[in-house]
């Protein structure tokens, strides 16, 4: 059993910046890939990037997907426990959501959507002020 914690969240002022941190817990054997997601109040949780490796990319790959709306801005990391990183950077009152981190067990499908991830964690509050 997988379990994620994140950190990191906070309050910050338009074009500051947040590191956000997803530590992992328990079997991490079977773990194909690790993402980030958001949800704003009354918005569906949304893709913001994930690190996919071994089989998720073939043979001793490794990967990395972002949204569009990422543009290069927030990468994304993992480190050889799985734990894994979100730096956020030049922020907008638009990033202002609830980030989860979420791990995936599953082959097959886009690192892209909900569906491919088994386990998420708790959420960590992003509040960006104009």
């Known amino acids: 059993q997988v379990q994620l914690v994140e950190s990191g969240g906070g309050w910050v002022r338009a074009g500051g910046s947040l590191r956000l941190s997803c530590v992992v817990s328990g079997r991490t054997l079977g773990l194909y890939a690790m993402g980030w997601f958001r949800q704003a109040p009354g918005k569906e949780r949304e893709f913001v990037a994930a690190?996919?490796?071994?089989?998720?990319?073939?043979?001793?790959?490794?990967?990395t997907s972002y949204s569009a709306f990422v543009k290069g801005l927030f990468p994304t990391s993992v480190d050889d426990g799985k734990n894994t990183y979100l730096q956020m950077d030049n922020l907008k009152p638009e990033d202002t959501a609830v980030y989860y981190c979420?791990?995936?067990?599953?082959?097959?499908?886009?690192?892209?959507?909900?569906?491919?991830?088994?386990?998420w964690g708790q959420g960590t509050q992003v509040t960006v002020s104009s």
């Open positions: 979420a791990a995936s067990s599953k082959l097959g499908y886009p690192l892209t959507s909900r569906i491919s991830y088994d386990t």
């Open positions: 690190t996919g490796w071994g089989a998720a990319t073939g043979w001793s790959g490794i990967g």
